[in-house]
């Protein structure tokens, strides 16, 4: 008897961090979702370091929670350790990440998952997805068959994914999960063109067998921060990470084991991160360093195992064993998992418009590390941006398109597709032209109303938004009005500076020695408004004129991405572009005078020609 068809609005294809933020936001926008997985045990796993955010990822799952996502809301409720990361430095680079519980992480979002209205789980592995009319087909190994309007692949690193440690090479996804064997086929017959890449993760240590005594502890922040503003109690810290160093002798055991590496060996052939190269390519790359730096994390609170963040590699299980243990605090360490590295199929993500639709088959998009990606909180903030554009394609609403302006997600996103990356693509905040506007505590000023027709922000979070505009209004209006001539004297003292007699508010806060602890110290008559909205308020005042200069260039700017470009253009028959030109236009399909300007190989040039046309 043949398999009936079983029909859904939209299918989502993985539940990692991707795939659960895709499935959540279809899901709450109204449509009946179904997201498929190839075991519902890896639904939100942290395969790598159990921790969310850091330098740039925490801006990106605060604008996520912005947005109505959830990795936020799961995070602040799995913490075990949070602290703000670059906090001498200034407001834009300043990150939130917390320690996660990952066994709880997991739990957590599998049951957000299974109790979200209009939305099912299922095993399974998806073996061919064709179009046919306004319809996909998604077929799947058991023989199962569905059909479905949309389709979002968030398939994380798991197509024709390789464990290779040492000489060992397993057919096999992260923590030997089984992996998916047939999508990169059927992906490869629909046209895409599929690249290599590689990833890898540290060794687990039994905590038991670690002198902790030798290392140096790492605590969480006194002050409580949150990822999500629906998180009413902060997260505890209830845990400790510790800081060490590898020695010569560490150095050495790697150096005499290079040949024995699997990338000398030619097994591994995929393009690595460079932001999180193994410890093995750290030695080669930086031969004059006499140490290098690691963490260790413990995974959470149902298990004794340890992350040592710092020293991934994929040299063979005894070599890791002497290098671990020829560490200080780690001398009779036992390795619980071996490190290895990781390879996968991924596409080009040029063939996606900054909504994350295909380029080449209309209601099919793309999120997190098939993207060619890495980390968990990329993937989410795709996952998420694609979540919402699936809905929209079905209701017929215009696409949420995100700008480098307004979000490190649009720099991420327009990175992509613009310029596309040779290598797993990481979140920096030096990525973002417009970081000084972009910082994280913003994220809801900037974002929230942009999500509110799309469905996924509740009438908390728009509740939420309006009181902190109200409290932002109401602070800068007691800074004008009602801060005395003392508390500028007191201000400006405090600073280590005399003569501020005859200062203003504005002019105090400009000066360096002012800071945000400083002026929120001092101020007494602000403490009716929110510890939020000060901040708006000092920041605003402190870069005012840095802010005004980059808006000037960002107004140039802006004249560009509002020139729009039709998606049907034939940069063919345009005279005067480049045949470079013409060819790379061609392929990247951009939407606008702005991103054209971004596609390697335009020249201005090649912009002015099209700026003649289409102005």
């Known amino acids: 008897m043949a398999n009936s068809v079983i029909y859904y609005d939209a299918i989502v294809v993985g539940a990692g961090h991707a795939g659960v933020e895709a499935a959540l936001a279809l899901a709450k926008t109204g449509v009946k979702t179904l997201v498929t997985s190839i075991t519902p045990d890896n639904v939100g796993y942290m395969a790598c370091n159990p921790s969310i955010g850091g330098t740039g990822k925490g801006h990106l799952v605060r604008e996520l929670d912005a947005l109505g996502g959830f990795m936020g809301i799961a995070a602040d409720a799995c913490a075990t350790q949070i602290r703000m990361l670059n906090s001498s430095k200034g407001l834009a680079v300043r990150s939130l990440r917390a320690q996660e519980d990952k066994y709880k992480y997991h739990a957590f979002v599998k049951s957000a998952l299974e109790c979200a209205d209009n939305l ?105 921060y949150t990822f999500s503003t629906l998180t009413k109690v902060p997260p505890e ?32 052939t995929g393009t690595g991160a460079r932001y999180c190269p193994s410890i093995e390519d750290k030695i080669v790359r930086f031969a004059d360093k006499p140490r290098h730096a690691f963490f260790l994390e413990p995974e959470g609170a149902g298990t004794d195992e340890w992350y040592i963040q710092g020293i991934s590699t994929s040299l063979p299980p005894a070599v890791q064993r002497e290098m671990y243990r020829s560490i200080e605090g780690l001398e009779n360490v036992e390795i619980v998992r071996d490190a290895y590295a990781i390879e996968y199929e991924c596409i080009d993500a040029r063939e996606l418009y900054p909504s994350l639709m295909s380029k080449r088959i209309n209601g099919l998009f793309f999120a997190g590390q098939v993207n060619g990606t890495s980390g968990y909180e990329e993937a989410a903030a795709q996952g998420l941006l694609a979540g919402i554009n699936a809905s929209a394609y079905l209701r017929g609403m215009e696409q949420l398109v995100l700008d480098r302006t307004d979000s490190y997600i649009g720099v991420m996103c327009d990175d992509l597709v613009t310029v596309g990356s040779d290598e797993p693509y990481r979140m920096l905040t030096g990525r973002a032209e417009c970081r000084l506007s972009l910082r994280q505590d913003n994220a809801d000023l900037r ?16 509740k939420l938004l309006a009181d902190k505009k109200s409290d932002v209004e109401k602070c800068r209006e007691l800074v004008k009005t009602q801060l005395a001539e ?88 345009i005279d005067g572009l480049r045949l470079e030109a013409r060819e790379k236009l061609m392929q990247a399909k951009p939407l606008s005078i702005g991103q054209a300007s971004r596609v390697p190989g335009v020249t201005p040039a090649d912009v002015w020609v099209l700026i003649g046309k289409f102005r």
């Open 447 to 462: 974002l929230t109303e942009l999500a509110v027709p799309y469905g996924t922000v509740d009438k908390q979070r728009r």
């Open 237 to 268: 810290n209830s845990s400790v990470c510790y800081l060490g160093y590898t020695n010569e002798r560490t150095h050495d055991i790697i150096r005499r084991a290079l040949p024995e590496s699997p990338r000398s060996m030619g097994l591994i």
């Open 120 to 224: 099912s789980i299922r095993q399974d592995e998806v073996k061919k997805i064709a179009r046919r009319g306004k319809d996909f087909t998604v077929e799947c190994v058991t023989g199962n068959i569905y059909k479905c309007r949309v389709v979002v692949i968030a398939t994380g690193v798991y197509m024709d994914s390789t464990i290779i440690c040492g000489r060992s090479v397993q057919k096999r996804g992260p923590v030997c999960f089984s992996r998916s064997d047939h999508l990169a086929r059927s992906l490869k017959s629909l046209g895409f063109g599929l690249r290599r890449f590689k990833t890898g993760t540290p060794a687990r240590l039994a905590g038991k067998t670690i002198d902790f005594d030798r290392l140096t502890v790492q605590r969480g922040d006194d002050v409580p």
């Open 486 to 573: 003392a508390v500028v004297k007191d201000l400006f003292d405090a600073a280590g500076e005399s003569g501020a007699r005859a200062m203003s508010v504005e002019e105090v806060l400009k000066r360096p020695n002012v800071t945000l602890e400083l002026f929120d110290g001092m101020c007494d008559v602000l403490r009716g408004v929110s510890a939020p909205a000060r901040l708006e308020v000092y920041a605003a005042i402190r870069y005012d004129s840095y802010l005004r200069r980059q808006q000037s260039e960002l107004n140039e700017k802006s004249r560009l991405e509002n020139m729009r470009l039709p998606e049907d253009t034939d940069y063919r028959s």
